[in-house]
Structure formats: C-alpha cells, structure tokens
C-alpha cells in the first residue's frame, strides 16, 4: 500500500490485486487507501482486481511475506506478458529463486528496502519511516526507476543485489529471533550482546563460506548500529509472533542452516538457535516453517 499509494499520487497508473473476492469488496467499501504522514492524511482510491482477471501484467510488484510469494505469483503467472518484469520485496532468501524458477520468461529483479510502513487498520497505512531501497538483477537499470524517484521512492540499483540480501539475512538472523526468546524489543538485545557477537561471527564465517565476503565485512558493528538505532521497535518477527502469525523463519534462519549444511559448515549456534526458536512457536501453536 504505502507503494501504490505513492505511484498513484505521482500520477502512474497502479492496480491493487487482491488475494480473493472478499478482500476486493472491503477494499471497495473503504473506497481506497489512506496514506498516513505524519499529522497528514490522504484517501487515495486505486483501481484493484482478484488473480482472476483476465488483464495482462507487464510490471508486478510482489511485497506479501516470503512464505506467500511463490503462490500469488502462480496464481497470475499465465498473465505476465513475454516482457514482464517481477518486482520482489520479500525478506530473506528462497523466496526469490523459487518465484525466478516459477517463471523463467520474466525479468526478476530482487529489492531490499529500510523503509518502515504498518497498517493502522484494514486500507491505512502510515508511512513510519523513510529510508532507502536497492533493486538489482545482472542486467542494466530499467528507466522506469526514475519513476520511482519522481514518486518519492528513494531507489538505487545495484548489480550485486544478492551481496545486499546476503547482508540483510545476517542482520535479521543476529536480531529478530533473540527479540522474540527474549521477548524484548530491538534495544532490549544490548543486554545480550555477547549472544549477538556470538551469533555475528559464526553468520560471518558462513557469509565467506558462500562467496559473500563483502556483506560479512563489519557485521557486528552494522548488527549493533540496527540495534541502537531502532532500540524502541519490535523486530517483524517478533510482531508476528505477538499476533499470532506464521514468521519467515524458513526464510532467513532456515535459509542460513541449509546453506550451512550445503557448504559442509558447522554452525551450531544458529542451529541451536533454530531449534529453541522452533520450540518456542509450537508452544505458541505457531508453524515452524
């Protein structure tokens, strides 16, 4: 929302797809989104669809939860035109390749982003904070990234985008499971940062393990700085695990493990890490996948 709403105020055409019937209907009756700024509020009404429409995608942007990206583009991937471009916002790993796998004949570009955005309610999202997002894919920057910028999307490109989510995966391994052991937000984790150095140099090692030797570079001291700077928010795992949602575990501690594993590392931090997290959902009646 906080996407399409920016796009739409720019004056560039967005349609919302919705996920089935009944979300079209709400979103109908709300008669739009609201973007919250600050003290400004702004009712931006989108055109929206479900899957099933039969209009051809040429440019989709993917921004539900890693663990849902692979179904919903499925459910459209027969309407990709041949030129289609997938924009894919999700945490973590796995999520990507899986959606790249699913449709070969698109251009699948892989996006980062800091920005902070949460919903007030059902069709209201406040914007909480700007920040900055990569995109990239082994190929030349697409133009329409000056429309990103024109829409007040602070967006630059990056050839080695993998080395970025590399970074990013670390960094949320290191935090949000402790967040959620230790029930605490992100500042509560000063208090364990032995844990978190811990946790920092054996993600290092695995970094080097799989080729990623720039994103391990200065981990623990980017890990701290995340910390401190967002010392009063609650880590998105941790919310999820508060409102009883299915995290992304399989997508960033899962992913490190496996990667492990693949490169015949021992990791036995974040193993065990995994498995007290693991241990901690089911009780919670949470999947651990």
Same mark, same amino acid.
């Given at each position: 929302?906080?996407?399409?709403?920016?796009?739409?105020?720019?004056?560039?055409?967005?349609?919302?797809?919705?996920?089935?019937?009944?979300?079209?209907?709400?979103?109908?009756?709300?008669?739009?989104?609201?973007?919250?700024?600050?003290?400004?509020?702004?009712?931006?009404?989108?055109?929206?669809? $479900?899957?099933?429409? !039969?209009?051809?995608?040429?440019? =989709? %942007?993917?921004?539900?939860?890693?663990?849902? +990206?692979?179904? /919903?583009?499925?459910?459209?991937?027969?309407?990709?035109?041949?030129?289609?471009?997938?924009?894919?916002?999700?945490?973590?790993?796995?999520?990507?390749?899986?959606?790249?796998?699913?449709?070969?004949?698109?251009?699948?570009?892989?996006?980062?982003?800091?920005?902070?955005?949460?919903?007030?309610?059902?069709?209201?999202?406040?914007?909480?904070?700007?920040?900055?997002?990569?995109?990239?894919?082994?190929?030349?920057?697409?133009?329409?990234?000056?429309?990103?910028?024109?829409?007040?999307?602070?967006?630059?490109?990056?050839?080695?985008?993998?080395?970025?989510?590399?970074?990013?995966?670390?960094?949320?391994?290191?935090?949000?499971?402790? $967040?959620?052991?230790? !029930?605490?937000?992100?500042?509560? =984790? %000063?208090?364990?940062?032995?844990?978190?150095? +811990?946790?920092? /140099?054996?993600?290092?090692?695995?970094?080097?393990?799989?080729?990623?030797?720039?994103?391990?570079?200065?981990?623990?001291?980017?890990?701290?700085?995340?910390?401190?700077?967002?010392?009063?928010?609650?880590?998105?795992?941790?919310?999820?695990?508060?409102?009883?949602?299915?995290?992304?575990?399989?997508?960033?501690?899962?992913?490190?493990?496996?990667?492990?594993?693949?490169?015949?590392?021992?990791?036995?931090?974040?193993?065990?890490?995994?498995?007290?997290?693991?241990?901690?959902?089911?009780?919670?009646?949470?999947?651990?996948?």
């Amino acid at each position: 929302m906080l996407w399409a709403t920016r796009l739409a105020r720019a004056g560039l055409p967005v349609t919302l797809i919705m996920r089935n019937d009944a979300r079209l209907q709400a979103y109908r009756a709300a008669q739009g989104v609201t973007l919250v700024e600050g003290e400004h509020s702004q009712l931006i009404t989108l055109q929206a669809q $479900t899957p099933d429409t !039969d209009e051809p995608v040429q440019r =989709l %942007l993917v921004t539900c939860k890693a663990y849902d +990206a692979e179904h /919903a583009v499925a459910q459209i991937a027969g309407r990709l035109t041949p030129d289609a471009e997938v924009i894919l916002l999700q945490n973590g790993l796995g999520s990507q390749q899986a959606v790249a796998n699913l449709v070969p004949q698109a251009r699948c570009i892989f996006a980062s982003s800091t920005e902070g955005a949460f919903r007030q309610s059902d069709w209201n999202v406040v914007f909480a904070g700007r920040g900055q997002v990569w995109l990239g894919d082994t190929g030349e920057a697409p133009q329409w990234l000056e429309e990103l910028e024109r829409s007040g999307i602070s967006a630059q490109w990056s050839p080695n985008i993998l080395s970025l989510l590399w970074r990013k995966l670390a960094l949320n391994c290191a935090i949000n499971p402790l $967040t959620v052991l230790h !029930d605490c937000r992100n500042g509560g =984790l %000063l208090t364990h940062i032995d844990q978190v150095n +811990a946790l920092c /140099a054996e993600l290092g090692i695995l970094l080097e393990r799989c080729g990623q030797a720039e994103a391990a570079i200065d981990l623990p001291a980017q890990v701290s700085r995340v910390i401190q700077a967002t010392a009063n928010n609650f880590s998105s795992m941790h919310q999820d695990v508060t409102q009883g949602r299915r995290t992304e575990i399989s997508y960033l501690l899962g992913y490190a493990c496996a990667a492990a594993h693949n490169h015949q590392l021992t990791v036995p931090l974040l193993q065990a890490l995994q498995q007290r997290l693991e241990h901690h959902l089911k009780l919670r009646g949470l999947p651990c996948n």
